[in-house]
Nanobody
Framework: QVQLVESGGGLVQPGGSLRLSCEASGSVFSIYSMGWYRQAPGKQRELVAAATNGGSTNYADSVKGRFTIARDNAESTVYLQMNSLKPEDTAVYYC?????????????WGQGTQVTVSS
C-alpha cells in the first residue's frame, strides 16, 4: 500500500505560477513512476505529467514548455511546477503513484488538490 499526500493548490491569476507537491509513504520501494493527473468538471481525468524512477518524463501536449515535473526519490516526493497558467488549467489535480510487484501494476491516488486559474 502507498499513501499520497498532496499540497500546493489554490487560486492564481492567468500567467501566474503554482507548485504542487506530493509525498508518498508506505511501500515506496515498489513505486516505479509518479505523476500528476487532472480532472476538470465534466471531463475525464487526464495525464498531466509523469516521471519514472529512471528519470524518463512524459507530458501532456497542452502543458509542454509550461509545466515541469521533478522527483526526489530519496524523499519519495514528486513536484509539479506550473508556470504561465491558463484558465483551461483549472481542475482538480491528483497525484499518482504506480507500483510494480513482479508483473502486477497498481495505481494509487492522492485526495486531489484544486487549482483555479482566474482573474
Amino acid at each position: 500500500q502507498v499513501q499520497l499526500v498532496e499540497s500546493g493548490g489554490g487560486l492564481v491569476q492567468p500567467g501566474g505560477s503554482l507548485r504542487l507537491s506530493c509525498e508518498a509513504s508506505g511501500s515506496v520501494f515498489s513505486i516505479y513512476s509518479m505523476g500528476w493527473y487532472r480532472q476538470a468538471p465534466g471531463k475525464q481525468r487526464e495525464l498531466v505529467a509523469a516521471a519514472t524512477n529512471g528519470g524518463s518524463t512524459n507530458y501532456a501536449d497542452s502543458v509542454k514548455g509550461r509545466f515541469t515535473i521533478a522527483r526526489d526519490n530519496a524523499e519519495s516526493t514528486v513536484y509539479l511546477q506550473m508556470n504561465s497558467l491558463k484558465p483551461e488549467d483549472t481542475a482538480v489535480y491528483y497525484c499518482n503513484a504506480r507500483t510494480m510487484v513482479y508483473v502486477t501494476t497498481t495505481d494509487y491516488w492522492g485526495q486531489g488538490t484544486q487549482v483555479t486559474v482566474s482573474s
